[in-house]
């Protein structure tokens, strides 16, 4: 099975400090891989994603994420962050052909950013 | 586009009733539905996934007796909690997936339904 892990759990920046968030996961075989964002009192919205084709991909909101296959990563930037930005943070991974298609989250980092 | 919706956003009920909460998508079609279970500062714990006219499929440790899904139709899946504890206070989440974009994998969330139970 497939598991996720998001090595800070909070983290406060200050604005236009420049962003990166640690996301790992462990399975062998194709992966899909999302970043999301949930906003204070706010629902799950989707940041980006990678299927195939080139590692660095672009989201929304000036946040892009690279996909490193052989260190199983798929880390999160933002080059300067903005007091907006405050929210929390999910990696998630879905194994390609696993029957429901379902998601593997890891445990979401809280990103706070100052004034 | 692709908006799920829940209802309801916040339900108090008494220990020992059920409570009923569905999730809809409103402007597409969802062949595969999930609902996840989210606690205090945690992340979202994958509940089960629900297939269109089909049984859902629990995750293990999940009761499938305590938690009924039902995915009637392309558009709605319901969740009913039967004879609530307060342990089952807890802050549910759907999602969906468009069946015209099924092979993204990709999972539209609804916005929740918090669940005390007093």
Same mark, same amino acid.
């Given at each position: 099975?497939?598991? $996720?892990?998001?090595?800070?759990?909070?983290?406060i920046?200050?604005e236009?400090?420049?962003?990166?968030? =640690?996301c790992n996961?462990?399975?062998? =075989?194709?992966?899909?891989?999302?970043?999301?964002?949930?906003?204070?009192?706010?629902?799950?919205?989707?940041?980006?994603?990678?299927?195939s084709g080139?590692p660095?991909?672009?989201? +929304?909101?000036?946040?892009?994420?690279?996909?490193?296959?052989?260190k199983?990563?798929?880390n999160?930037?933002?080059?300067? $962050?903005?007091?907006?930005?405050?929210?929390?943070?999910f &990696?998630?991974?879905?194994?390609?052909?696993?029957?429901g298609?379902?998601?593997?989250? =890891?445990?979401g980092?809280?990103?706070?950013?100052?004034? | 586009?692709?908006?799920?919706?829940?209802?309801?956003?916040r339900v108090? &009920?008494?220990?020992?009733? !059920?409570?009923?909460i569905e999730?809809?998508?409103l402007?597409?079609?969802?062949?595969?539905?999930?609902?996840?279970?989210?606690?205090?500062?945690?992340?979202?714990?994958?509940?089960?996934?629900?297939n269109e006219g089909?049984?859902?499929?629990?995750?293990?440790? $999940?009761?499938?007796?305590?938690?009924? +899904?039902?995915?009637?139709?392309?558009?709605?899946s319901?969740?009913?909690?039967? !004879?609530?504890?307060?342990?089952? !206070?807890?802050?549910? +989440? &759907?999602?969906?997936?468009?069946?015209?974009?099924?092979?993204?994998?990709?999972?539209?969330?609804?916005? =929740?339904?918090?669940?005390?139970v007093?």
């Amino acid at each position: 099975a497939q598991s $996720v892990s998001q090595h800070n759990h909070h983290v406060i920046l200050s604005e236009a400090a420049s962003l990166e968030l =640690g996301c790992n996961y462990s399975y062998g =075989g194709t992966v899909n891989l999302f970043w999301y964002v949930q906003y204070p009192g706010q629902h799950l919205q989707l940041l980006l994603k990678y299927f195939s084709g080139d590692p660095l991909v672009k989201g +929304i909101k000036g946040f892009e994420a690279e996909f490193i296959k052989s260190k199983f990563s798929f880390n999160l930037r933002k080059p300067s $962050v903005q007091w907006s930005d405050t929210a929390e943070y999910f &990696c998630a991974v879905n194994a390609r052909g696993n029957a429901g298609n379902m998601l593997t989250f =890891g445990g979401g980092t809280r990103l706070m950013v100052k004034p | 586009g692709a908006v799920v919706s829940q209802h309801p956003s916040r339900v108090i &009920c008494k220990s020992g009733t !059920s409570v009923k909460i569905e999730c809809r998508s409103l402007d597409f079609q969802a062949t595969t539905m999930f609902w996840y279970r989210q606690f205090p500062k945690q992340s979202l714990m994958l509940m089960a996934t629900s297939n269109e006219g089909s049984k859902a499929t629990y995750e293990q440790g $999940v009761e499938k007796d305590k938690f009924l +899904i039902n995915h009637a139709s392309l558009t709605l899946s319901t969740l009913t909690v039967t !004879s609530a504890h307060p342990e089952d !206070s807890s802050f549910y +989440i &759907c999602s969906a997936r468009d069946f015209r974009t099924a092979s993204t994998y990709e999972q539209y969330f609804g916005p =929740g339904t918090r669940l005390t139970v007093t």
